[in-house]
């Protein structure tokens, strides 16, 4: 109930109104005035007035115990799948799938969080320990952009026919942790392809490891995030083999 409500109640009542047309004038059911009067009239003189009403309430809300949903047990519980590796999501995730209270992944996060403002080392459970990393595509980021690339679209449109051998295809497939990578050239026109392992993806390196696998073919290399130009040579080449082509 507002105050509003508290000064029409006190207004009614001066005029000698009943309980149930106060109740109806205000759209609210009878027991509410009724209980609103029990509560919150004066003890020593049984009169009604809005301010000490209000006052009243809010004194109430104040000392009223708060539900406290993050309890030791779910705190425990989170600590303990944290210490599982389990990412706030699948925490949350999971506990709602079995059934267990629990609290929300951003709760969780909070917590967390507050921990380590707190001296506390919680936030070393999450895999990526707090750390912001850039997003793929934004303009301002130069992350997996190789110096001086020459975008795939300026390639001359006779190689797209697929026609003129010579025009050759290299790409990287990064191994595992960044650590050493599988080089692959495709000559376009005849489907030939030669892969071979190279032991680092720097610009310095690929290029003077796979120039002997280009068989001094001039090639046109297709640019992307992950790919390097130019003749390359593999240090460890496999024999030549020709890849299934489509009809």
């Given at each position: 109930?507002?105050?509003e409500?508290?000064?029409?109640i006190?207004?009614?009542?001066?005029?000698?109104?009943?309980?149930?047309?106060?109740?109806?004038?205000?759209?609210?059911?009878k027991s509410?005035?009724?209980?609103?009067?029990?509560?919150n009239?004066?003890?020593?003189?049984?009169?009604?007035?809005?301010?000490?009403?209000?006052?009243k309430?809010?004194?109430?809300?104040?000392?009223?115990?708060?539900?406290?949903?993050?309890?030791?047990?779910?705190?425990?519980?989170?600590?303990?799948?944290?210490?599982?590796d389990?990412?706030?999501?699948?925490?949350?995730?999971?506990?709602?799938?079995?059934?267990?209270?629990?609290?929300c992944a951003e709760?969780?996060y909070?917590?967390?969080w507050?921990d380590?403002k707190?001296?506390?080392?919680?936030?070393?459970?999450?895999?990526?320990?707090?750390?912001?990393?850039a997003?793929?595509?934004?303009l301002?980021?130069?992350?997996?952009?190789?110096?001086?690339r020459?975008?795939?679209?300026?390639?001359?449109?006779?190689?797209?026919?697929?026609?003129?051998?010579?025009?050759?295809?290299?790409?990287?497939?990064?191994?595992?942790?960044?650590?050493?990578?599988?080089?692959?050239?495709?000559?376009r026109?005849?489907?030939?392809?030669?892969?071979?392992?190279?032991?680092?993806?720097?610009?310095?390196?690929?290029?003077s490891?796979?120039?002997?696998a280009?068989?001094?073919?001039?090639?046109?290399?297709?640019?992307?995030?992950?790919?390097?130009?130019?003749?390359?040579r593999?240090?460890?080449?496999?024999?030549?083999?020709?890849?299934?082509?489509?009809?």
């Amino acid at each position: 109930m507002t105050l509003e409500q508290r000064y029409q109640i006190f207004d009614l009542l001066s005029t000698g109104q009943k309980q149930y047309k106060i109740a109806d004038q205000l759209g609210i059911h009878k027991s509410t005035v009724s209980r609103e009067l029990a509560r919150n009239s004066d003890r020593r003189s049984g009169a009604y007035r809005p301010e000490l009403a209000q006052r009243k309430r809010d004194e109430r809300q104040k000392s009223k115990p708060k539900k406290k949903r993050f309890t030791v047990g779910i705190e425990a519980y989170v600590k303990g799948k944290l210490e599982m590796d389990f990412s706030p999501e699948q925490i949350a995730r999971e506990a709602k799938q079995l059934g267990v209270e629990c609290v929300c992944a951003e709760r969780i996060y909070q917590y967390v969080w507050t921990d380590k403002k707190q001296g506390g080392r919680l936030y070393r459970l999450l895999r990526i320990r707090g750390k912001k990393y850039a997003k793929w595509g934004n303009l301002k980021g130069k992350r997996g952009q190789i110096k001086d690339r020459v975008d795939i679209d300026q390639r001359p449109r006779i190689v797209e026919q697929e026609q003129r051998v010579g025009d050759m295809e290299m790409d990287l497939v990064i191994g595992k942790n960044h650590k050493g990578a599988l080089l692959t050239i495709n000559d376009r026109a005849t489907g030939m392809l030669k892969m071979g392992y190279v032991e680092s993806k720097e610009e310095a390196v690929v290029p003077s490891q796979g120039s002997r696998a280009a068989s001094r073919l001039e090639s046109t290399s297709a640019h992307g995030d992950n790919r390097q130009c130019g003749a390359v040579r593999v240090e460890r080449s496999l024999p030549t083999t020709r890849k299934s082509r489509k009809n």
